[in-house]
């Protein structure tokens, strides 16, 4: 990570823990440290550690770890720079032009990406006002949207001859190579490059900053296909962790603590210009448990409320079973006569739409409505049974006991059945539901290294007042190469660079930086003093001079090596004493 006098006062001026609290509401304290469920991977257990001594981050469960710098950048997907530039300002320091500060070839690509894409975002939103977009404003009439909404989300038009960026991005000076990493352009057969979106109107995907980072695109012509067209993946994009419309979402999500999930771009375009601006959605694809701690980031009360067709009502009863498995609250909303939110707006206006929000039911009870809803005459004992069965399911996945109890009731009760056969039920659906198969968090390659070396490293990233002792050691005291490795480094730090050793050493070694953090955070309980410093000096020159001892006797000795050998002895009998 880069460093300077003004990245070292950023440091200094901002704590860790307020940062990442801004971003993780849900972290406590814990001891010395702070802990809370991890916001890089889905888990129910807490596993994401913040140590307030040492200013950085780690979690035990996916091996994400860092300083304030790194944190930012890995939760908002900035660059090195773009994140120092956001720390000044909150930290009150000048932090100057990003030519001033070291940058990777990475970062550098990154912001080219980004500045590529802002450009395209305003070509685009040109071309919609010049007579090439003239379809597209007459469509956009058509549903209503105001000048000021079609500014706000920065809409636009994509040329349909396939060509008009790509030689935009050419005349400006960006590569074709460039563009494709960026997702503008795609190559197609016989090796001939064309514009992604053609014939479309354009709607810019931002991050939680504002960059525009991709796009989404809506054919004009009914015989087009797909309907709605989105980037590929890219190092700035990713759909499973991307909600439409949060950037502009988030100051309202942030005061008021809730969060509406739509399904689509113009849903959300509607639900803002009508005020309703705490609306967003998931990008052409289901919503996924990344999008669910993205969420929990924010709001505690999540509405979900997709279209009102059988599909739209089946993603809502998965979307909710989503934000339960990571252990969050959600409410279903159908507006129940077959229109779509946008359109509902237009039609009923803001008023009459958020009554329907008001009426969203948790999960169970949405499900039990629909199930009467449908239903002209009351049930036979066998539709009972097999509407308990399917609507136990969702159940069997509520992680809150005290919930899932009155969810017990309520379906014995809105049925008519005895409770205890409810519950009888609902064990069995826990036995024989299949388990989802979850892709496990990748973990670090442990460092092999014998106990007492691990544990000195890691009383010397944990206190800087225990280098003095440790400068009774040299490397060559410590058998493991890593081990010897990292005692080389941490002894050359400064005195002023000892209380951020844990940044310094995973710096230096970016490889085994998450070992290195995941140390430097691990609790050691009471084995963390003077005395265990102390103490575990001893045993490792004792062991370095048993391997020492044991090199020796393997070979025929020198008349030096044999005045080593007993000088060795001599050390090994007194070091026997202090132990």
Not at 2 to 18: A, N, Q, W
Not at 107 to 116: A, G, Q, S, T
Not at 171 to 193: H, I
Request: proline letters at 5%; glycine letters at 8%.
């Amino acid at each position: 990570m880069s460093s300077s006098p003004v990245i070292e006062l950023i440091r200094e001026k901002l704590d860790i823990v307020e940062i990442v609290r801004e971003y993780v509401p849900a972290l406590r304290k814990a001891g010395r440290n702070w802990k809370a469920p991890c916001p890089f991977h889905n888990e129910k257990t807490p596993s994401f550690t913040v140590s307030p001594d040492k200013q950085i981050f780690y979690c035990f469960g996916c091996n994400e770890g860092g300083d304030v710098f790194s944190f930012v950048m890995k939760i908002e997907g900035l660059t090195f720079p773009e994140a120092a530039r956001k720390l000044a300002a909150k930290a009150g320091v000048e932090y100057g032009e990003e030519r001033t500060h070291a940058m990777t070839e990475a970062d550098r690509e990154r912001l080219e990406l980004k500045k590529m894409l802002a450009h395209a975002a305003d070509f685009y939103h040109k071309t919609l006002f010049s007579p090439a977009g003239e379809k597209a404003r007459l469509y956009l009439g058509e549903r209503r949207l105001s000048k000021a909404t079609v500014e706000r989300f920065g809409l636009g038009w994509a040329p349909a001859d396939g060509t008009s960026l790509m030689n935009e991005l050419k005349a400006r000076g960006w590569s074709k190579d460039l563009a494709m990493k960026a997702g503008l352009v795609t190559e197609r057969e016989g090796g001939r490059v064309a514009d992604t979106f053609r014939g479309r109107i354009m709607f810019p995907i931002t991050n939680q900053a504002g960059d525009t980072v991709a796009f989404g695109g809506r054919v004009l012509d009914p015989e087009g296909i797909p309907k709605y067209l989105n980037s590929p993946e890219t190092v700035l994009f990713s759909k499973r962790r991307t909600l439409y419309g949060l950037h502009e979402a988030l100051p309202q999500i942030r005061k008021s603590g809730r969060v509406l999930l739509l399904e689509g771009y113009m849903d959300v375009i509607g639900a803002h210009q009508h005020g309703v601006d705490w609306a967003v959605a998931p990008l052409g694809t289901a919503l996924t448990g990344e999008h669910a701690g993205l969420i929990g980031r924010y709001a505690k009360d999540t509405v979900v409320m997709f279209d009102d067709d059988r599909a739209g009502i089946q993603a809502s009863v998965r979307a909710a079973e989503i934000f339960m498995d990571a252990g969050l609250y959600v409410r279903l909303a159908n507006l129940g006569n077959g229109q779509d939110p946008d359109e509902f707006l237009n039609d009923y206006g803001r008023e009459a739409f958020e009554g329907k929000l008001t009426e969203a039911a948790d999960p169970l009870d949405f499900r039990m409505t629909l199930f009467f809803k449908g239903l002209k005459t009351a049930p036979t004992s066998q539709q009972k049974a097999q509407a308990i069965a399917v609507l136990l399911e969702t159940v069997a996945k509520q992680p809150d006991e005290i919930l899932k109890s009155e969810w017990v009731k309520s379906l014995a009760s809105r049925f008519g059945v005895e409770e205890d056969s409810v519950w009888k039920q609902l064990r069995k659906t826990a036995v024989h539901a299949p388990r989802e198969a979850r892709r496990e968090p990748e973990t670090a390659a442990p460092l092999r290294m014998p106990a007492m070396e691990r544990g000195f490293i890691q009383l010397l990233l944990r206190d800087p007042s225990l280098f003095e002792k440790a400068r009774e050691l040299a490397p060559e005291d410590f058998s493991d190469s890593s081990a010897r490795a990292f005692f080389t480094a941490l002894m050359e730090l400064p005195p002023e660079g000892r209380p951020k050793a844990a940044t310094a050493l995973a710096e230096k070694f970016p490889d085994q930086s998450a070992a290195i953090l995941e140390m430097a955070v691990a609790d050691l309980g009471e084995n963390a003093g003077p005395q265990s410093a102390a103490r575990a000096v001893r045993v490792l020159k004792r062991k370095s001079l048993e391997r020492r001892l044991k090199e020796l006797r393997g070979s025929a000795m020198t008349p030096e090596q044999l005045e080593e050998y007993s000088r060795l002895m001599s050390e090994l009998k007194s070091s026997a004493k202090e132990l």
